[in-house]
Protein backbone atom coordinates (compact mmCIF):
# COMPACT_ATOMS: atom_id res chain seq x y z
CA UNK A 1 0.00 0.00 0.00
CA UNK A 2 1.07 3.42 -0.88
CA UNK A 3 -0.38 5.98 1.29
CA UNK A 4 -0.37 10.13 -1.12
CA UNK A 5 -0.75 13.38 0.98
CA UNK A 6 -0.90 16.74 -0.93
CA UNK A 7 -0.40 19.96 0.00
CA UNK A 8 -0.32 23.70 -1.30
CA UNK A 9 -3.48 24.17 -2.66
CA UNK A 10 -4.97 27.81 -2.26
CA UNK A 11 -6.45 30.73 -3.68
CA UNK A 12 -4.87 32.72 -6.47
CA UNK A 13 -4.97 35.53 -8.79
CA UNK A 14 -4.78 34.60 -12.19
CA UNK A 15 -1.17 35.23 -13.82
CA UNK A 16 0.23 34.08 -9.91
CA UNK A 17 1.74 30.47 -8.69
CA UNK A 18 1.47 28.09 -6.86
CA UNK A 19 3.31 24.30 -6.20
CA UNK A 20 1.88 21.34 -4.99
CA UNK A 21 3.73 18.44 -3.31
CA UNK A 22 2.46 15.30 -2.48
CA UNK A 23 3.93 13.03 -0.10
CA UNK A 24 4.30 9.22 -0.10
CA UNK A 25 4.57 6.73 2.21
CA UNK A 26 4.18 3.10 2.36
CA UNK A 27 5.53 1.01 0.15
CA UNK A 28 7.68 3.59 -1.30
CA UNK A 29 10.61 1.59 -2.17
CA UNK A 30 8.67 0.22 -5.90
CA UNK A 31 9.44 2.62 -8.53
CA UNK A 32 5.96 3.98 -9.13
CA UNK A 33 5.53 6.55 -11.61
CA UNK A 34 3.74 9.76 -10.03
CA UNK A 35 1.29 11.92 -11.57
CA UNK A 36 -0.92 14.71 -11.05
CA UNK A 37 -4.75 14.76 -12.16
CA UNK A 38 -7.41 17.34 -11.72
CA UNK A 39 -11.26 17.62 -11.84
CA UNK A 40 -13.35 20.59 -11.99
CA UNK A 41 -17.04 20.79 -10.63
CA UNK A 42 -18.87 18.72 -12.97
CA UNK A 43 -16.43 17.59 -15.52
CA UNK A 44 -14.11 14.44 -15.36
CA UNK A 45 -11.11 13.97 -13.94
CA UNK A 46 -8.11 15.04 -16.42
CA UNK A 47 -4.63 14.17 -16.25
CA UNK A 48 -2.23 17.25 -15.79
CA UNK A 49 1.44 15.49 -15.94
CA UNK A 50 3.04 12.49 -15.07
CA UNK A 51 7.15 11.65 -14.28
CA UNK A 52 8.73 8.33 -14.34
CA UNK A 53 9.52 6.57 -11.23
CA UNK A 54 13.05 6.75 -12.60
CA UNK A 55 12.59 10.79 -13.21
CA UNK A 56 13.60 10.55 -16.89
CA UNK A 57 9.88 10.41 -18.67
CA UNK A 58 7.90 13.67 -18.20
CA UNK A 59 4.22 13.77 -20.09
CA UNK A 60 2.42 16.62 -19.69
CA UNK A 61 -1.07 17.93 -20.83
CA UNK A 62 -1.47 20.09 -23.77
CA UNK A 63 -3.18 22.88 -21.46
CA UNK A 64 -0.56 23.00 -19.10
CA UNK A 65 2.79 22.69 -21.45
CA UNK A 66 5.47 25.34 -20.56
CA UNK A 67 3.23 26.48 -17.58
CA UNK A 68 3.52 23.77 -15.35
CA UNK A 69 6.43 21.75 -14.30
CA UNK A 70 6.50 18.39 -12.31
CA UNK A 71 9.57 17.27 -10.66
CA UNK A 72 9.85 14.66 -7.78
CA UNK A 73 12.56 13.94 -5.04
CA UNK A 74 13.23 10.05 -4.69
CA UNK A 75 14.85 10.99 -1.18
CA UNK A 76 12.11 12.58 0.34
CA UNK A 77 9.23 10.43 -1.46
CA UNK A 78 7.57 13.72 -2.69
CA UNK A 79 6.46 14.41 -5.65
CA UNK A 80 6.07 18.56 -7.01
CA UNK A 81 3.68 20.37 -9.35
CA UNK A 82 4.89 24.10 -9.64
CA UNK A 83 2.40 26.20 -11.39
CA UNK A 84 2.71 29.16 -13.37
CA UNK A 85 0.93 31.71 -15.22
CA UNK A 86 -2.17 30.09 -13.48
CA UNK A 87 -5.41 30.80 -15.15
CA UNK A 88 -9.25 30.83 -14.24
CA UNK A 89 -9.76 28.09 -16.24
CA UNK A 90 -6.93 25.74 -14.02
CA UNK A 91 -9.41 26.37 -11.30
CA UNK A 92 -10.30 22.23 -9.89
CA UNK A 93 -8.86 19.80 -7.08
CA UNK A 94 -5.91 18.66 -7.80
CA UNK A 95 -5.24 15.05 -7.11
CA UNK A 96 -1.75 13.24 -6.52
CA UNK A 97 -1.50 9.41 -8.02
CA UNK A 98 1.27 6.49 -7.96
CA UNK A 99 0.77 3.92 -10.47
CA UNK A 100 2.40 3.25 -14.06
CA UNK A 101 3.08 6.03 -16.25
CA UNK A 102 0.06 6.75 -18.12
CA UNK A 103 -1.95 9.80 -19.19
CA UNK A 104 -5.08 7.62 -17.76
CA UNK A 105 -7.12 7.14 -14.71
CA UNK A 106 -7.55 3.32 -14.51
CA UNK A 107 -3.16 3.36 -15.00
CA UNK A 108 -2.63 4.62 -11.46
CA UNK A 109 -3.96 2.16 -7.76
CA UNK A 110 -3.04 4.73 -5.77
CA UNK A 111 -4.69 8.30 -4.78
CA UNK A 112 -4.38 11.13 -2.69
CA UNK A 113 -7.09 12.54 -1.21
CA UNK A 114 -7.29 15.69 -3.34
CA UNK A 115 -6.33 19.62 -3.01
CA UNK A 116 -8.23 22.80 -4.30
CA UNK A 117 -6.78 25.39 -6.53
CA UNK A 118 -8.75 28.45 -7.20
CA UNK A 119 -7.44 30.39 -9.78
CA UNK A 120 -9.17 34.13 -9.68
CA UNK A 121 -9.70 36.62 -12.66
Known amino acids: QVQLVESGGGLVQAGGSLRLSCAAS????????MAWFRQAPGKEREFVAA????????YYADSVKGRFTISRDSAKNTVYLQMNSLKPEDTAVYYC??????????????WGQGTQVTVSS
Open 26 to 33: GRTRSPYA
Open 97 to 110: AAGILATMTSAYNY
Open 51 to 58: IRGSGGTI
